[in-house]
DNA sequence: GAGTGGTCTAGACCACTGT
DNA sequence: CAGTGGTCTAGACCACTCC
């Protein structure tokens, strides 16, 4: 025989697949939900505990209980890339209309509100490796978050390093304030003579830090998709890497692997 | 000034990034912690229950606290598609060798446990516009699951989707325990006539339900990936639909985008 | 049997939201 | 001010692990 709190976390759960209450709803209060199931207080919390780990509640202070309203997700798709290559070639007027970030997600430039920080860095161990130099090299470091205009939190969180060395080739680069670069980062690689080859993404999921939770607003129970990024030239070199981290719950990641035609 | 738990919760979370204790290492008992601090028991567990939420620590009842020691991370690479399409065609001997699981992992056949379960089904809403095909025609069900050999939980739990119609042209395909297929879904479509286009995946994290932290042995604070495959043949024809459940702690996702040249 | 995490109670008080 | 979730206490008892 379960434990009182699985079992009412089981009733509660039950309930709330049969859409009782229905997603934005309240629920009982939980001194209601103590009488109803003649238990103390804490056990009806340790129940809502479980379902809130689950992502199938969110609690909010003073207001109440609320089952869980599944948010519209933001696609993002590794066509992304192919489409910023073409284009870091084009005209600036061009470039300047839309980035990588509004073509994905048919939003134009005015729906999203972007912000770049740089900073310099000396490689720790794990970038080293990434990039194939020696620990300690010089870095730029380039932290960008995009949001939606009109929210509070970011929708991403980036840091992108490169090579301070071979940015160094064009000072423009350094400089943060020449943010947003109509065109993105192939636009800026090309003004320093460097052409992609190909992009690979490595993609986890954990639980947020505290950290994490804070600046993009996550509420218990929503996990983070762990994204790096890896930029390879012509001449198989390592030129970026970036750690990207993006909310569960409203990021879809789609990526589309065409394959060769079988030979008759 | 923060609340109890969250204090201790800080301090600990710094003791742990700290190396104190070290990963895999056991924390002080709740009891100790609760002298420590001069706080109840419940203020310390309150405390665990966050830094288990963010995945830093493991609570084994009996044993101890632990600090979370990552798990070595199986990749799956979208390499796997075209992998699986040239040997698609080869003779049986060389298929049966080796699966895509084992491809990506670098495990032998012999590493892995295998099992298949097929079923019919009417397809619901959601799967019937992801074929395009009406409200309840009739589907094939297939769910697998992959474990290590000597582990118990699976390392994913996969629930593919087949219009009925389409592969009961060859009545093997409706037979479960013709699995493992030796060369995989791409050979069991070549068997009707069936050859592949592109591979299009969609990738979210979230928490894992009740029934997959059970199914996949996940302790509280792990994420997991869920990935819907879709393959697309070359006549625009969506054949197959796969929901892929991954545990967050132990998979990497390898996505490969390679780019066209610029033309001089 | 000693040690440790997990459940449960009953009640006090605090912090925040809405009227 | 009433209602609701969040923190905290002190103590009882249970379940599991390891010696």
């Known amino acids: 025989m379960a434990n009182k709190n699985e079992r009412i976390a089981d009733v509660l759960r039950k309930d709330i697949r049969a859409g009782q209450p229905a997603p934005g709803e309240k629920l009982a209060a939980e001194t209601a939900l103590a009488a109803r199931f003649k238990v103390s207080v804490q056990t009806v919390r340790s129940a809502l505990d479980m379902l809130q780990a689950e992502g199938l509640i969110d609690r909010i202070q003073g207001r109440g209980t609320f089952v869980f309203t599944p948010r519209t997700l933001v696609r ?10 073409d284009r ?3 005209p600036e007027a061009e470039r300047r209309t839309t980035g990588s970030t509004e073509h994905d997600t ?3 430039v005015t729906d999203l509100v972007f912000s770049a920080e740089y ?4 490689a720790p161990a794990g970038l080293a490796k990434a990039f194939g130099v020696t620990e300690g090299t010089r870095m730029l470091e380039r ?3 995009t949001r939606y205009q009109g929210e509070d939190e970011p ?10 060395d071979l940015v160094a080739a064009n000072p423009a680069l350094l400089d943060e304030s020449a943010e947003p670069w109509p065109g993105g980062t192939q636009n800026q690689l090309f003004t320093i003579g460097i052409e992609l080859d190909r ?9 947020p830090t505290l950290e994490e939770a804070e600046e993009l607003g996550l509420r218990p129970g929503v996990a983070v998709l762990v994204l790096r990024k890896t930029c390879i030239d012509i001449n198989d070199r390592t030129v970026e890497v970036s750690d990207v981290i993006l909310p569960g719950d409203r990021t879809e ?10 030979q008759a």
């Not at 993002?76 to 290559?85: D, G, I, P, V």
């Not at 929708?155 to 301070?164: A, G, Q, R, V, W």
């Open 106 to 108: 048919g939003l134009t």
């Open 199 to 207: 992009i690979e993404e490595k993609l986890t999921a954990r639980p």
């Open 88 to 90: 870091a070639r084009s």
């Open 253 to 262: 990641m789609v990526f589309t692997t065409p394959l060769n035609r079988w």
């Open 143 to 145: 932290i960008y978050r």
């Open 155 to 164: 929708l991403n969180l980036t840091h992108s390093f490169l090579p301070y």
């Open 76 to 85: 993002r798709s590794n066509e992304r890339h192919q489409w910023e290559k």
């Open 119 to 122: 900073r310099e860095l000396q």
